[in-house]
């Protein structure tokens, strides 16, 4: 009996190929819920992403930081697997699950000027396949390079679709010098194969430097000729919403002025993890919700600090 051929096979050889998505970027008609306008959800659909501001206060912000920087600096989580240090030093670049990690952070990633955008976009009830703080302090915080987040999850996971976004709060202002996310407009629609053969247990190694499923240089190119580069700058309190196929990737911040972000990373409940692709074993459970998968239920009130 013959299997069905991955259209988004990747890094089972050492050729790169741009491949055309196959799959909605929008689900359902972008009426599973109401949470963003029918124009918001056109510029999703068009560019991969859309930058929302000031969607909470700053008392809001200053609690979630205050949490943050509270747990990177705890002993007894940063000895967790979770946390992850920045290449050739103990500072805190990511600590990972941190919706069960966290209460506050659970919260969040129910509240509903948050998940209603995830469930409308998605076109589903949806659960965390992955959360994380990520620090970029200032003049030492490391660069994340160009990567889609999809190829990862699609090869090292299993996720068998392009039916999951990921939600950046900003807990710092994220301006043109301290580091901020950057994508490619409209990269979303073009799936990027990228070259070589995944070593086991990769993730101990890309969560610091990612060098395998990033994409070719050629293909980059290609892809920011057609859409250029946006750097998503907002103030503190604002959120991102980018596709799970976006390219994207930040600088190094050289800045004095650090960089704080939450990530929360929403599946479609009918998206769930299958086996990693090319013989790979499952990464552990804290980058990839794997042994349960349970839709959240939304607050019915945004959180309160």
């Known amino acids: 009996m013959s ?14 190929a741009i491949i055309a998505r196959q799959d909605p970027v929008v ?10 306008s029918s124009e ?10 859309i930058v929302l501001h000031n ?32 290449p050739g030093s103990d500072a805190v670049r990511s600590i990972f699950r941190m919706h069960e990690l966290s209460p506050r952070v659970s919260d969040l990633a129910r509240d509903p000027r948050l998940i209603h955008v995830a469930r409308q976009v998605l076109g589903s009830e949806v659960y965390i396949h ?45 301006n043109e010098c301290n580091g901020p996310l950057m994508l490619v407009p409209g990269s979303h629609q073009q799936f990027i194969a990228c070259q070589g053969v995944t070593p086991d247990n990769h993730y101990k190694q890309s969560l610091k430097k990612q060098e395998f499923g990033v994409p070719d240089p050629v293909s980059l190119q290609l892809l920011v000729e057609q859409g250029g580069i946006r750097a998503a ?36 409940i ?12 499952p990464r552990p459970g804290y980058l990839a919700t794997r042994q349960q998968f349970v839709p959240l239920e939304p607050l019915e009130a945004a959180v309160s600090v």
């Not at 056109?42 to 992403?49: T, V």
Request: charged share 20%; hydrophobic share 40%.
């Open 27 to 36: 689900y359902a008609g972008g009426g599973y819920a109401q949470a963003l």
């Open 55 to 86: 969607v909470f206060s700053q008392a809001e912000v200053q609690a979630m930081l205050d949490e943050v920087k509270r747990m990177a600096e705890d002993p007894a989580v940063v000895k967790l697997d979770e946390a992850v240090t920045e």
């Open 3 to 16: 299997t069905l051929q991955d259209v988004y096979s990747s890094r089972d050889a050492y050729t790169s």
């Open 130 to 174: 992955q959360s994380r703080a990520n620090l970029k302090p200032g003049f030492t915080g490391k660069e994340f390079y160009w990567h889609s987040d999809f190829e990862t999850w699609h090869i090292e996971d299993g996720m068998p679709r392009m039916r999951a976004l990921s939600c950046s709060v900003l807990l710092t202002d994220n």
């Open 233 to 268: 700058t907002a103030q503190a309190g604002s959120v991102i919403f980018f596709d799970c196929n976006t390219m994207h990737g930040s600088a190094s911040n050289i800045s004095p002025w650090a960089r704080a972000n939450v990530f929360m990373v929403y599946n479609s």
């Open 270 to 281: 009918e998206n769930t993890l299958e086996v990693p692709k090319n013989g790979l074993k």
């Open 40 to 49: 918001q959800i056109d510029a999703y659909s068009r560019d991969g992403f």
